[in-house]
Nanobody, 125 residues
C-alpha cells in the first residue's frame, strides 16, 4: 500500500500563493490517482482536486477552478497542488489521498485507500 507524506502549506496573505506537495513511497505510485481534500473547522472534508494515474486528466472543485493547479511527477513519486490567488475561505487543513480508481466525476472520501497526514493552510485577509 502506498504511504503519503505531505509538505508545504503555511501562512499567506490573501492573493498570495502556496504549493503543497504529496510524496509517496512504493513502486506502484503511478497506479494511483491522487486527490486533494480540505477540511475547515466545523465543516466536512471537501474535494479540492484530483489527478489521474498518468496526469493526463484532472478535476477541480468549482471553488478553486482557475486558481489551483494539480500536477504530478511520477519519476519523483510526487503530486503538487499549486494554489494561487488564495482567499481567506481557502484556509483549511489540506489532505492528499491515493486511490486505485479514477473517474471523471468528483470522488468521495471513501474512494481513497491512503491519506497524507494533513498540512495547514492559513490565509490572512
Amino acid at each position: 500500500q502506498v504511504q503519503l507524506v505531505q509538505s508545504g502549506g503555511g501562512l499567506v496573505q490573501a492573493g498570495g500563493s502556496l504549493r503543497l506537495s504529496c510524496a509517496a513511497s512504493g513502486r506502484t505510485f503511478s497506479s494511483y490517482a491522487i486527490g486533494w481534500f480540505r477540511q475547515a473547522p466545523g465543516k466536512e472534508r471537501e474535494f479540492v482536486s484530483s489527478i489521474s494515474w498518468s496526469g493526463g486528466s484532472a478535476l477541480y472543485a468549482n471553488s478553486v477552478k482557475g486558481r489551483f493547479t494539480i500536477s504530478r511527477d511520477n519519476a519523483k513519486n510526487t503530486v503538487y497542488l499549486q494554489m494561487n490567488s488564495l482567499k481567506p475561505e481557502d484556509a483549511a487543513l489540506y489532505y492528499c489521498a491515493a486511490s486505485l480508481s479514477w473517474s471523471i466525476r468528483v470522488p468521495g472520501t471513501g474512494e481513497f485507500e491512503a491519506w497524507g497526514q494533513g498540512t495547514q493552510v492559513t490565509v490572512s485577509s
